[in-house]
Nanobody
């Protein structure tokens, strides 16, 4: 099982990006799916999560600007980021609890860099 994140890049302040993270392998079920980010010199922080039932929660710093969603048929989670600010610059990581042949484990994507210029 692995998670593959994509969609990062360079964008001007006020712009938008959409991140994707697809899980692959022999997957029985996926629980909550999360997006974290880590800016240079800072600790990794939770940006948003979505439960298997579709409930969502966001960090205060991104509420109203970011939207997390998931496509269970594609084992994919998305993060739509609008009104981006330079403070959103970070490496973004997806994370999920996945039930596979090995049982339930926590998996991380490789990270995708988002750079917001002022």
């Amino acid at each position: 099982v692995q998670l593959q994140a994509s969609g990062g890049g360079l964008v001007q302040a006020g712009g938008s990006l959409r991140l994707s993270c697809a899980a692959s392998g022999t997957i029985f079920s996926i629980g909550a799916m999360n997006w974290f980010r880590q800016a240079p010199g800072k600790q990794r922080e939770l940006v948003a999560f979505i439960t298997s039932g579709g409930s969502t929660n966001y960090a205060d710093s991104v509420k109203g600007r970011f939207t997390i969603s998931r496509d269970n048929a594609k084992n994919t989670v998305y993060l739509q980021m609008n009104s981006l600010k330079p403070d959103d610059t970070a490496v973004y990581y997806c994370n999920a609890a996945i039930r596979s042949l090995l049982g339930v484990s926590d998996y991380w994507g490789q990270g995708t860099l988002v750079t917001v210029s002022s």
